[in-house]
């Protein structure tokens, strides 16, 4: 088809797609190009916005390394993370859940952790945090030796991916759970902490006037067999920015209740202000497959 003007520049790539033997892909495209298209209609994208929003794409793959994902940190950011997540979770957006943002940090091969071992693997200050969390099917019942990753960031609001100064897989570990479908660890406790702005989803937050912050939380990915894989996190209900994370990432099931205690730990004696952090993770029927990781 000879394209004489840009109204026949939309069928005519339209019917290209068609060719797609893929029936999945050939949807997906369609839709794509339709959206697309109209978007650009819409607005009345010109030259130089064309040219802008290109130099932007190749950037944050310049920006994207084994450390960092700005694709995916962009997704967040755009509530596009979790809109796919509530849309294929929860009886497909019908009921809650607690499947939630993979995030941009977790890796393979975390370190197996013995129940009620600490996930500290460099000297990590702050106040002592024992989690309990324990994992459930959909009726309730528990779910035994369901392999459970478990991350978070450091005190200063960094993953040790980002921070040269902690151990390799420091706040990091692998655990299973018990006949009762709980596991322990122990760790600090997590803090609040701004995403990266000296990047291209920052200079998007500037120019949008929003603040980059996440409100303070643990991550779990959990894996069965029998059942589909479940990534969530957990937010602690002191935390700022609960109503305005930066991700779109916080439902009523994620807030887990944080509790300070003063008096001597039970297990291990004198260790100054301390806190109790307990969550119950549901786990839907499904396929076991983990997902692919954002960074090395």
């Known amino acids: 088809m000879l394209i004489d003007s840009h109204e026949v520049v939309t069928p005519a790539v339209l019917k290209v797609m068609e ?23 819409e607005v009345r994208l010109t030259e130089l916005e064309f040219q802008q929003a290109t130099r932007i794409l190749n950037t944050m793959g310049q920006q994207s390394n084994d450390k960092h994902n700005e694709f995916v940190l962009m997704a967040g950011s755009l509530g596009v993370s979790s809109l796919v997540c509530l849309l294929n979770n929860g009886d497909n957006g019908a009921t809650e859940t ?48 369901a392999e459970v990753d478990v991350w978070h960031a450091s005190p200063v609001g960094l993953y040790e991916n980002q921070d040269e100064s902690q151990a390799d897989f420091n706040l990091r570990g692998k655990f299973l759970t018990k006949a009762d479908g709980t596991l322990r660890f122990k760790s600090v406790k997590p803090i609040g902490y701004p995403i990266p702005t000296n990047t291209t989803v920052g200079k998007l937050l500037a ?20 059942f589909k894989t479940l990534t969530s996190q957990v937010y602690v209900d002191e935390t700022d920015y609960l109503t305005s994370d930066v991700q779109f990432g916080v439902t009523k099931a994620l807030i887990g209740h944080l509790v300070a205690r003063n008096e001597p730990h039970p297990e291990d004696g004198d260790v100054g202000e301390w806190y109790t952090l307990d969550h119950t993770f549901t786990m839907e029927p499904g396929e076991a497959k983990l997902p692919i990781p954002p960074i090395k």
Request: glycine share 10%.
């Open 19 to 41: 060719q797609t033997k893929d029936p999945r892909l050939r949807e997906i495209m369609g839709s794509l190009i339709r959206h697309l298209h109209g978007f650009v209609r």
């Open 98 to 145: 607690s499947q939630s943002l993979l995030g941009p940090f977790w890796r393979l091969n975390h370190p197996e952790t013995e129940d009620g071992g600490s996930i500290l693997r460099s000297e990590t200050p702050g106040p002592r945090l024992y989690c309990t969390f324990r994992v459930q099917d959909s009726d309730g019942n528990p779910i035994e030796g």
């Open 207 to 226: 120019a949008q006037n929003r603040h980059p912050y996440r409100p303070a939380h643990v991550h779990a990915l959990i894996f069965k067999e029998g």
